[in-house]
C-alpha cells in the first residue's frame, strides 16, 4: 500500500559511477519527493566534510551497501554525491506508466506535474502547492543530472573491491625502511624501536613505509615508539587540525597512545580525529580516549567502516562515548534507514498529497 518510492544515492568511486545507499520510502508522492529532494541537498551540502569522509573508505574499496525494496509506483529520486558540496539531483518515473514520459532523467517540474494524470491533462506549475513550487524554484539552482548514461553505470556497478585499486611497487627508499623495521620486530625490542624511532625523521621513506605498513598489518606493541613518532612526522600536524589515523591497523591500545601523544604536545591544534576502518576500535575504546583531559579539544570524530561500533545510532555515539556537549561524531551518512536523515524528521510534510485525477 501507499505511494511507493526509492531514494538513490550515487557516487563516482574507483572510476565509475555506483549507487552507495538506497532508500524505499512507503509513502511519498512525486510532488512532495521534489520537496525532500530539495532538503537532501541542503543537508548534502551542511555535511559535506563527513560525506566525503565517507567517499573515501570507499575509494578504498572497503564497501557495504543497503537494498531497497523494489515495490515502486511513484518514481526514484537520484541524489549525486561525488562532490558533497556540489551535489546533483534528478528524477525518472516507471517506464512511461502514471503520467511520466518514458526515458529518464526527468526535471523537477516535469516530475512533479506529471504524476497520476492523463496524458489528455497536463497539471501547470501553479497548480501544485506552494512549498513545492518554492522548492521547484530553488532547485534550479543546482546541479541536475543529465546524462542518462551516468545513471545506467551506477546500475551497472552497485559494488567496488579491492581488486579495482592500483597498487603501486614500492621504491627503494620504502624497501629499505620496512627492512629496518623487520629487523626491529624479530628481535622484539622496544629499546631498538625507539632507537629507530630517534632516526626516523632523517630517514627516507620512513612516513610512505609506515603508512603502507600500517594499512596492510598490525605491528607488534615492541614496534609502539616508532608507530608514535613516525605518525607524528606523517601528518605534519602543525599544519593540520585533524589526526588522520583512518585505514591504519592499529591496535585499540596504540590508537589511544598515538591520540595521548598527540593531544598532549601543545604545538598541535588538534579538533578533528579520524579512526575509520578500524575494525577492532569500540565503545569501550572511544570512552578511554574521551576520558583524558585533553580530548575536550576533539569536535569531531570520523568511525567510517569501523564494524564494532557501525550499530550505534550517530546521534547517540557522542553522548556514548563522553565527548563534550556540541561536539559530533560520525559512523555512517548512508545509514540503513532514513532515521539518520535529519530532512524527514525535522520538516514533516504537513497537509494531504495531491489527489490522483
Given amino acids: 500500500m501507499g505511494t511507493r518510492h526509492q531514494i538513490y544515492i550515487i557516487a563516482n568511486v574507483l572510476g565509475r559511477y555506483r549507487i552507495?545507499?538506497?532508500?524505499?520510502?512507503?509513502?511519498?508522492?512525486?510532488?512532495?519527493?521534489?520537496?525532500?529532494?530539495?532538503?537532501?541537498?541542503?543537508?548534502?551540502?551542511?555535511?559535506?566534510?563527513?560525506?566525503?569522509?565517507?567517499?573515501?573508505?570507499?575509494?578504498?574499496?572497503?564497501?557495504?551497501?543497503?537494498?531497497?525494496?523494489?515495490?515502486?509506483?511513484?518514481?526514484?529520486?537520484?541524489?549525486?554525491v561525488t562532490d558533497p558540496s556540489s551535489p546533483a539531483y534528478c528524477f525518472w518515473g516507471r517506464d512511461g506508466g502514471y503520467g511520466f514520459a518514458p526515458g529518464y532523467p526527468i526535471d523537477p517540474e516535469g516530475y512533479a506535474c506529471r504524476y497520476y494524470v492523463f496524458t489528455e491533462r497536463v497539471t501547470q506549475f501553479q497548480d501544485l502547492r506552494q512549498n513545492v513550487q518554492d522548492a521547484i524554484l530553488e532547485l534550479q539552482g543546482e546541479r541536475f543530472i543529465s546524462s542518462k548514461q551516468t545513471l545506467d553505470n551506477a546500475w551497472e556497478n552497485w559494488s567496488p573491491t579491492l581488486d579495482e585499486m592500483e597498487k603501486e611497487a614500492p621504491s627503494g627508499d620504502i624497501n629499505e625502511f620496512n627492512e629496518a623495521l623487520q629487523a626491529v620486530i624479530r628481535v622484539k625490542s622496544t629499546e631498538n624501536a625507539q632507537e629507530m624511532a630517534d632516526t626516523l625523521s632523517s630517514m627516507a621513506g620512513a612516513v610512505e613505509g609506515l603508512?603502507?605498513?600500517?594499512?596492510?598489518?598490525?605491528?607488534?606493541?615492541?614496534?609502539?615508539?616508532?608507530?608514535?613518532?613516525?605518525?607524528?612526522?606523517?601528518?605534519?600536524?602543525?599544519?593540520?587540525?585533524?589526526?588522520?589515523?583512518?585505514?591504519?591497523q592499529l591496535s585499540p591500545a596504540q590508537v589511544v597512545k598515538v591520540v595521548r601523544a598527540v593531544l598532549q604536545d601543545d604545538s598541535f591544534k588538534i579538533s578533528s580525529l579520524n579512526i575509520s576502518g578500524n575494525s577492532e576500535i569500540a565503545v569501550g575504546t572511544l570512552s578511554e580516549i574521551f576520558k583524558l583531559r585533553e580530548a575536550s579539544k576533539l569536535k569531531r570524530l570520523y568511525l567510517f567502516g569501523c564494524a564494532k561500533v557501525e550499530d550505534v545510532r550517530r546521534v547517540d555515539m557522542a553522548r556514548r562515548i563522553g565527548m563534550d556537549g556540541g561536539a559530533e561524531a560520525f559512523n555512517s551518512y548512508f545509514p540503513a534507514d532514513l532515521s539518520e536523515f535529519r530532512p524527514w524528521k525535522a520538516k514533516p510534510r504537513p497537509g494531504k498529497p495531491r489527489p490522483r485525477v
Fill in 20 to 80: 552507495v545507499a538506497a532508500y524505499h520510502v512507503q509513502s511519498l508522492y512525486p510532488p512532495e519527493a521534489v520537496h525532500m529532494a530539495c532538503d537532501l541537498l541542503l543537508h548534502v551540502k551542511e555535511y559535506a566534510v563527513p560525506l566525503g569522509k565517507e567517499l573515501q573508505c570507499l575509494q578504498q574499496g572497503r564497501y557495504s551497501k543497503n537494498d531497497a525494496a523494489e515495490d515502486n509506483n511513484s518514481g526514484y529520486t537520484v541524489i549525486d
Fill in 211 to 248: 603508512r603502507s605498513t600500517l594499512h596492510r598489518e598490525r605491528l607488534p606493541k615492541c614496534c609502539d615508539p616508532v608507530i608514535i613518532k613516525g605518525l607524528l612526522i606523517a601528518q605534519d600536524l602543525s599544519n593540520s587540525d585533524e589526526l588522520d589515523l583512518s585505514w591504519m
